[in-house]
């Protein structure tokens, strides 16, 4: 039988200590706790239970306190914990049965679920058991780990996964100073010299700024991270860098960023539940509602899998997914056989544009947009999707939009221009069953109710000048009148 050592560090825990103490005080078989100068009652609880106390000077370092405790443990296995978590009442017989067994792994990831206010907020999968070894120490002054270092001696197969549950109220602002917990994170790492810097780093200096709202941050940060990976390593917090990436994209508005990202990243995995939900909201934010509920049947779909492999932010007890579903059904327009691009030529912004991309997204094949004033900033329609095209030469304006629309017909976009789920359907009707070379609408003015007739799609070909082509097509009569209302808003 294998004996555990469970290891602590602790500061000014009297809220939580007890709690913690009496979730292990069954199983293991010694505590340790390093005190790194508790001013309340923390270390008078602490010596009403059987634990080995030793008082640390804090070095605004947590790998050297953490490995001091590990230099007072004495048995076969290591478990690491915080005091504002404990092990779940029913996991506690599964980690004892464990250690029973003959042969175990160099380490394990156990489930961490967060608890705020009490209601679990998400699963995380976190590297807590590990058997005692000398040369199995912590590296990084804060969110320090040790899986790479286990790694880097026995390989990284060397380590399994557990269904057993840690149970975290670290972030629950009804036990712990939230802002001063930041604060102190983020100066610690800012002290880094640059050759500590390495994947985990960025990674973890990622998440402090996530957790402020810095999101541009965490995104130059999070991107280090992935670019700075090795092969050689598992990176075991991967699932939540990509995770926490995307949510970061989607937080700056970076939608169609984050879509490719996701589209890049779930070739390699294909069961990261949590990435198809990001990807089914992103696509709700660009106006592309059958990919969108094509994404949601996908994270519906997705098999739940007992190894805690990947993130798991319960989505569905923050959404109502049968809703959301239902919504988007009723929204969702079948236009595999629409070959339709969207085309808007400006000189200025204003954020109706975002509007009126949006409203034709979910049947186009690509939107571009052409502008020859070179001070403009488009990114929020890069952001849902379009086409940015700067052209010095008003001249050439159309014709190079022209050549990267990729739809068979063309629909010429002015801003304000709202086209309705009806408009869409109706739109994509008239495509499949014409081959006639251009279309009028209905152009309504919602300010005063009036209308009048413009031609708004057009067959693909060469065309130099896009006036001059309608007024021929008028007067050749082959302009078609589609009887489509097209709703134009002030601007």
């Given amino acids: 039988m294998n004996k555990l050592s469970v290891c602590m560090i602790v500061r000014n825990e009297e809220k939580n200590i007890e709690r913690c103490l009496i979730s292990i005080k069954d199983i293991a078989d010694e505590i340790i706790i390093v005190d790194t100068g508790s001013t309340d009652k923390t270390t008078e609880i602490c010596k009403k239970f059987n634990v080995k106390l030793i008082n640390h000077k804090w070095n605004d370092d947590f790998s050297e306190a953490r490995n001091i405790s590990l230099d007072y443990a004495t048995k076969d296995y ?18 004892k049965a464990l250690l029973n067994k003959g042969s175990l792994e160099e380490g394990y990831f156990l489930k961490l679920s967060n608890v705020i206010k009490g209601n679990e907020v998400g699963d995380y999968t976190v590297f807590r058991l590990f058997k005692n070894n000398p040369k199995y120490r912590f590296k990084g002054k804060i969110h320090e780990q040790v899986a790479t270092t286990i790694q880097e001696l026995n390989g990284k197969k060397c ?173 969702c327009i079948n236009n595999e056989d629409c070959s339709l691009s969207g085309l808007m030529i400006i000189e200025e912004y204003d954020n109706s544009l975002i509007d009126t991309i949006k409203s034709f997204n979910e049947i186009l094949v690509n939107f571009v947009v052409v502008t020859s004033n070179m001070d403009l900033n488009l990114d929020p329609l890069k952001n849902i999707g379009a086409q940015i095209i700067f052209s010095k030469n008003k001249n050439k304006n159309f014709t190079l939009a022209l050549k990267e629309c990729r739809g068979k017909y063309i629909y010429i976009a002015n801003k304000g221009e709202l086209c309705s789920i009806l408009s869409q359907r109706q739109i994509v009707e008239l495509l499949e069953k014409s081959d006639k070379e251009s279309f009028s609408f209905n152009v309504i003015s919602v300010e005063n109710k009036t209308y009048q007739k413009e031609v708004k799609i057009i067959k693909k070909k060469n065309i130099q000048f896009l006036e001059m082509y309608i007024q021929e097509l008028i007067k050749k009569g082959s302009v078609v009148d589609s009887n489509i209302y097209i709703h134009k808003i002030k601007v």
């Fill in 78 to 95: 290591i478990l690491f914990l915080d005091a504002d978590e404990e092990i779940s009442k029913e996991d506690r017989t599964k980690l």
């Fill in 159 to 331: 380590i399994g996964t557990l269904n057993i549950k840690i149970i975290h109220y670290g972030y629950d602002p009804n036990t712990t100073n939230i802002e001063s917990k930041y604060k102190r994170n983020i100066n610690i790492l800012n002290n880094y010299k640059e050759e500590e810097k390495d994947t985990y780093y960025y990674y973890v200096l990622g998440n402090e700024y996530s957790r402020i709202k810095d999101f541009k941050n965490s995104i130059i940060s999070y991107e280090k991270a992935i670019k700075s990976m090795n092969k050689k390593y598992n990176y075991f917090f991967y699932p939540y860098l990509v995770l926490n990436l995307a949510k970061s994209y989607f937080n700056t508005n970076q939608f169609f960023k984050e879509i490719k990202f996701i589209e890049h990243i779930k070739k390699t995995t294909p069961d990261f539940k949590d990435l198809y939900f990001m990807e089914c909201l992103a696509n709700i934010e660009c106006g592309k509602i059958t990919k969108a509920l094509n994404s949601l049947d996908d994270y519906i779909k997705c098999p739940k899998s007992d190894v805690f492999e990947y993130p798991d932010n319960k989505f569905e007890n923050i959404y109502y997914i049968d809703s959301l579903k239902s919504k988007l059904k009723k929204s």
